[in-house]
């Protein structure tokens, strides 16, 4: 199961699409995954398994077609995802609200990833403010 | 391993706002205390920044515990030395006099909550743990938005005031404060009562409360023994406080009823300007509507979360964590009507809630108002979260819509962090799991000091007020026991 976790953590966010940029092998969707559900208590373990269950079997449930989501082109996995986040039931939401924010905590773990997002105020430096007077200023 | 074996005067079971606030003001009256906690003491240099680790290390079952129902709702509290003091927001309100009349008034506590007894303890706790208004150096673009909205819809908002000493502005307090600026309980009245002579045992968790003859003489655990020479306090919190107190044989007809709660509700809005939700007070602006029976409040969120609270997957969610420094979240915390009930089940507690369809419309009144607040401070989308609704909104005339919806509990993500009740005080012996002493009826040395006593929920946020009133009945127990002498 926990090799469905890299096709469905990943499927949130199409490589090489627009907006946020992640470079092949950047992030460690098995990686942290496994770190999440090392770290959780056994009601999160159990939701963080179901939610891949149901996601990796969505598109035969949620659409009729007899695959799953691994066998998915990324457009149509992310597609599937989205609607599964809004799906009209709440436990399906909520599920996949959980692999979201899993997959959001092993997205940000690498710091170029975070600072990229813009999340975080520039450093005074970084935003063309002087910390200290130049040399010429105290002259 | 050896067992571990203590004994003092008072051996309190919990060091949250209750617990930490009992020890500091016993030991400082010059009586021997030993605090019991079951989470683990961690120093600021040891909170974690990553969202997964603090959420291990500092929060009960990771953010997981919820009410048992069709559609749970997460209720958050803290499981280390600080107890939920640890990841709080450091927002103090005093006890509302409307609430200190109903106290006063139904359930007998006048003697508890006397307004000049209160006023002196208040003033003293304000003191000691620095509580000032966020200054302005410190409040960032999400709480200063907030500012910007109360001010063109003509709401009375101010900047929070909090317990930080030296605040950074690094908007992690709900992971910690990692600059030990903010005065939560682990920092602050810890220390002091173990300065004044108290000693703390972490990673114990107490199962029973021993009654001897109904008599409190201890408390043990797994591979502990502590025991109590004058009293035994209950400071676990309002979920496992009764749950504790039914382990250990207490029984009353209210002994885990009367649960209430302020669950909130929260919004994001993307903004042209950059909002940088990584700097600035966590929550450092607030819009009290109290007589609208909720409270508006900035509440910055770790970036992991806030990127999960983004709609979407795929390319449209990429272009949105594109640009995470845009977004703004605020909050309502709604004083809800609805009762329930913690109950011991094979051992642990389960919590039954369910908020009333007069809550349901508070919480739609509350996503509704802070969408037009966003509107007003500029924001150019919002996502009201609201399942079945829009996901994304672009104008606050599309607002006008999401009012006049049927509210259904599946609409709304509630969470709830502000508890009461459970082992509620009271004059009348029938009402009250506690008397005004805050002692456990039909039994002798045994009290209850936390959230759980407060009979009614408030409307403001409530740790000042737990404060408030254990310092004042654990100095009359202070007192009593030194006229005993
Ligand atoms: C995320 C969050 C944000 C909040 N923000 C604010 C805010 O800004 N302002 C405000 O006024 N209030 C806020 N609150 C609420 C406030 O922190 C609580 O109301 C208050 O801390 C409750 O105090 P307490 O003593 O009842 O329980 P807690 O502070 O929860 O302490 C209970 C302690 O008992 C321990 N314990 C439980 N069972 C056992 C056992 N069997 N053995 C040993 N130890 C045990 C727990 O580990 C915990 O440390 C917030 C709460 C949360 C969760
Ligand atoms: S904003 Fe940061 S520095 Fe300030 S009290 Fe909160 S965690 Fe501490």
Redesign the pocket.
Known sequence: MIRWAAVVMSGFVVAGGPGLAVAPGEIDWLGGTRDFLERASAKGRLGVRVGLLLAMSAPLWCWGRLTTAARLSPEERARLLAELLSHRVFFVRELMLLLKLVACMALLRPAAVRARTGYDRPAPAARGERLLPSIREVA | MAKLVDEADYVI???????ATAARVLAANGASVVM????AHLRPEERPAALLDAMRLAVRDMCMQATESRVPMPI??????????A???????RLPDDVRADWRDRFGLGALVDDDALERVFSAIEDELEIHPTEPAILGRNNALMAEGAKAMGLPGRAIHRNTRGCEGNARC?QGCPAGARQSMDVSYVPRAIADGARLHTG????RVILKRGRAVGVE?PGFSIRARRAVIV????V?TPV?LHASGVRHANLGRRFQAHPGVAMVGRFEQPVHMGFGAA?GYEIPQRARGFKLEALALPPEMLAARLPGAGAAWQRRLADLGSYAQWCGQIRMKAHGRIRRVFGRPWIAYEPTREDLEKAREVAVTLGRLMFAAGAVEIFPGVAGFDEVVTSPERLDALAERPVSRADFHLVA???FGTTSAAADPAVGVVDPSLAVRGAEGLYVM???VLPTNLGV????T?MGVVWQAAERLAERARAAA
Do not use: F, K, Y
Not at chain 2, 13 to 19: F, I, L, P, Q
Not at chain 2, 36 to 39: F, I, L, R, T
Not at chain 2, 204 to 207: P, Q, S
């Open positions: 079971v919990g060091t949250g706002a209750g617990g019991v906690e079951e989470g958050l509290q803290g499981r280390a030395v600080g107890g939920s003091t990841i709080n927001s450091g927002i103090v309100w709900l114990c968790r107490v199962e655990g400071a676990a919190g309002v496992h504790l929550q962090s502000h508890l936390d959230a759980s946020n409530p740790q000042h737990i």
